[in-house]
């Protein structure tokens, strides 16, 4: 079983020979090398994909053509010569850890190379979708929001029997996934309130839902589940994930099936990928408590117990139309932590695959909102205005208690621990656009 260990390319000490690299503040040291598929702006060519380094893009398809990785192997190179990041995802975790090695080898500032004609600068690209995305599955993993979310409905008994036993989870629609920075086209669907017949309007409860996405690299056959113990080698991945939510709709629509119109619009994520070896600084263990039950033996292993989570802080910023017009700074509403769920990655992707579902390179799931237990760990305006009932006051002097036109709402995510490099994702942008009309 191939699983990330911390070895000499996350040594803190490393630095490199572009410079932007080197800021204490970029989320791009050399340390990360977080991967994603870009178009030099402007331009007619394919897409290629790069390695994220400092302000600068590190054009694998470029270094593939110079022979800088005729030291791989052939599935290596292979994948960095197409327009997406399946084929290496597919190839396994030692191939893409092979990959990392050979790129931080050429961009350390000791490298005997510098090729300088394989970077771009990031202002002069266009991020895409890191990859292909065939299916898309959203989770509920952290018990404190499912908990806040359960308080508003069952005062007395938040959390449903099942929460606890296993990863709650619905199936999305991977099409109207959007790389970040994509506009965001507020929902129609039907809308019932107070008893009476449901009209069909524009959603007035646009919520965002800050998570984290998971790529899966190599898949599993028909029929075949994935052992817990196996399950992080199916991992490829982290990025952030905002899963739009318009609450109205779902209100009305979710049962007895689940969410629907109120979810399938939009789901943005950060164009950069960090790859499960570039995290493994940054594991943590599970959180647990005495009173939990037990987990049932196809969901619990000892390393997952110790170490199966990962801690990844996740910021949210809203910036309203007023605030860009008048020179206002975005406000952060929230600040929360990946560490604090529930149910680990490999919790979800065994538990996805136990009853003979095929997982495929390129699938996305999502880990839920991510709450903590405090006010200002709320990863959603659902949880931080209780329904509405109280608004947040912004800096410019307006009051937010769902989403409106014009607001952006931006992701921002980053590791932190003592002894290591922090690294980051960029960010996950998007702006919320008028509703189309029938």
């Known amino acids: 079983m191939h699983l990330p260990a911390v070895d000499g390319t996350h040594h803190a000490a490393l630095e490199s020979w572009v410079e932007s690299a080197n800021a204490s503040d970029t989320d791009f040291p050399v340390q990360n090398l977080a991967l994603g598929v870009f178009r030099r702006r402007g331009s007619t060519s394919l897409p290629a994909i790069g390695a994220a380094i400092g302000d600068k893009i590190f054009d694998l398809r470029a270094c593939f053509d110079m022979g800088l990785l005729d030291v791989l192997p052939p599935a290596a190179r292979l994948s960095c010569t197409g327009w997406s990041l399946n084929n290496l995802m597919g190839a396994g975790r030692e191939i893409a850890a092979a990959l990392r090695r050979r790129i931080s080898e050429l961009l350390r500032a000791d490298s005997a190379l510098r090729p300088e004609a394989a970077l771009v600068k990031m202002k002069d690209a266009e991020m895409l ?19 806040n979310v359960g308080r508003m409905f069952r005062p007395d008994n938040p959390l449903l ?96 099936l689940g969410p629907f119109l109120a979810k399938n619009f939009a789901t943005s994520i950060s164009p950069w990928v960090v790859t499960a070896d570039a995290m493994a600084p940054f594991r943590a263990p599970l959180e647990r408590t005495t009173a939990d039950p037990a987990q049932l033996p196809y969901l619990q292993s000892d390393w997952n117990d110790a170490s199966g989570a990962f801690s990844i802080a996740i910021e949210v910023w809203l910036r ?62 659902m949880e931080l205005t209780e329904r ?51």
Request: aromatic fraction near 10%.
């Open 129 to 147: 979708l890191p990859a292909e995305i065939g299916d898309y599955t959203d989770f509920y993993a952290s018990v404190h929001h499912a908990a």
């Open 161 to 256: 029997p099942n929460y606890k036993y296993l990863p709650v989870a619905y199936h999305g629609r991977a099409s109207s996934v959007v790389a970040g920075g994509a506009p965001v086209r507020r929902p129609s669907g039907q809308i019932q309130a107070g008893g009476e017949a449901p009209v069909y309007e524009p959603s007035r409860m646009l919520d965002y839902e800050s998570e984290v996405g998971m790529f899966i690299g190599r898949g599993n056959a028909l029929g075949t589940p994935v052992p817990i113990v196996r399950a992080e080698e199916h991992l490829f991945g982290f990025c952030l994930l905002n899963d739009w939510s318009a609450r109205d709709i779902q209100a009305w629509e979710y049962q007895p």
């Open 320 to 381: 309203t139309a007023r605030m860009r017009s008048d020179g206002i700074s975005a406000q952060r509403l929230s600040r929360g932590n990946f560490e604090s769920m529930f149910w680990s990655p490999a919790q979800m992707i065994a538990h996805h695959a136990s009853g003979g579902c095929n997982l495929r390179s390129g699938d996305l799931l999502g880990s839920g909102t991510i709450s903590g237990p405090g006010e200002q760990s709320r990863g959603c305006l």
């Open 388 to 438: 509405g009932t109280k608004p947040v006051q912004l800096a410019s002097s307006e009051q937010r208690s769902f989403l409106e036109d014009g607001d952006e709402v931006i992701l921002r995510g980053y590791c932190e621990r003592p002894g290591f490099r922090r690294i980051g994702f960029g960010e996950c942008r998007g702006i919320v656009e008028p509703s189309s009309t029938l």
